[in-house]
């Protein structure tokens, strides 16, 4: 019995630890972030990395996602005679959840994840200590960039998911199903009000945060050796879903 | 690891620190520019302790410092080139015609002349090494800290990396701390050589009273007996 206690508060005081550390992480990535020079080569540089680069997965599940919408959404709506109410249903479901949330998904899967092998790898070939060597804050150069890319680019990425989405369900709806386009879009406009762009948007800024500064937290504090940098990899993509997912349970509730 | 070490480096010369493979030798040059931090005791830099200093001045003071790292660190993104230029773009005012010719001045005194175009993973050992070298040397650093700057090449390029070592600490005249085991090749550049074992300093002497001292320890080592005060697991 004292053994387990030992070991639940052995559990308990380590992650403790680690969300400690974690927040000072991201203070320090933060202040470092608005000191000057600013680093506008590297942040675009990571745009393009996070945005461009993750541009064709996020499409794709995009427009699938919507297509699938497409069908549940109408055998669904169709039970209630409801079904030239597809569009509402799309557009809302896309713009305040599935855009925002399978979006970071996916970039949490294509981006997060390399994200945080390429600052785990710096960590084990002494890169890391290299820039500290060199007088240069490894934090400013490195994380602080990633952070500001991902709060442009997901909002950016999720907007892309949404319009491809909302053009998946159509057409499924529209051209396989038989519903009115004319309805289709009716429906969506007079559903959609800006609170609910709005909260997707937020959600997206607030996902985009998440990302980096986990994917980044667990490369930079990767254990230096293959090992290590594997197990930050995937604890960098676990620990991302599971907060993205909380994270948006506490703004949905907040927002709705 | 560190167990209680007192060393003291003079300036201007090279100071080898040689012994057994996990004694602590790389634990104890990381912490003389304070990328590590001792539990006690203190890191004296001309007087100042660089243990208690505040991030700033901690910059500031890595700012005498260049590293060559065991395996040279170059940053993979970059080019040679990018990656010699980096210390002087980061953290001076030139311009790029001036960071040019500098960063080609360095590579030309490596022996990489021609060769900034190239990335860190199109290397061979010693070419990383010699890179890792220019850039360490860009800053025209005080001290320069080489973490095992031979281990792993074959003994001519090991040779020729120790040559290279001894001729910019001629040229610059910088405070060199070596840490290596490659023993006897090491001793040919170094003033002076330190024994670590047991997670302390056991001998500092000139290379040539060093192989004649009779302190076990050293004893030990140098003949490579597997019997002796030395612990082999």
Known sequence: MLFLLSRTGQFTLKQLSEMGKMFLFLVSALLLAFRPPAKISLIIHHIKTIGVDSLSVVLLSGFFTGMVMGFQGYYSLIKFNAESRLGSFAALGLLRELGPVLSAFMVTGRTGSAMAAELGTMRATEQIDALYSMAINPIKYLVSPRIIAGLIAMPLLTALFDVVGIYGAYLIGVGLLGVSSGSYFSGMESSVVF??????????????????????????????????????TTESVVLSFVLILVWDYFLTSIML | MLKGVNLEFTTGKITTIVGTSGCGKTVLLKHLNALLLPDRGQVLVDGTDITKLRQKELYEMRGRFGVLFQAAALLDSMTIFDNVAFPLREKTAMNETQIAKKVEERLEQVGLEGMGYKYPGELSGGMKKRSGLARALVMDPEIVLFDEPTTGLDPILGASIHQLIARTQKTFGFTGVVVSHTIPQVFEISDYVAMMANGMIEEVKTPKEFQSSQNPVVQQFIHGQTEGPIQVL
């Not at chain 1, 609910?196 to 050796?225: E, N, Q, R």
């Open chain 1, 195 to 232: 609170n609910d762009v709005y909260s997707g948007f937020l959600k997206s800024v607030s996902f985009g945060f998440i990302i980096t500064w986990v994917c980044c937290y667990k490369g930079f504090h990767a254990p230096p050796m293959a090992t290590g940098v594997s197990q930050a």
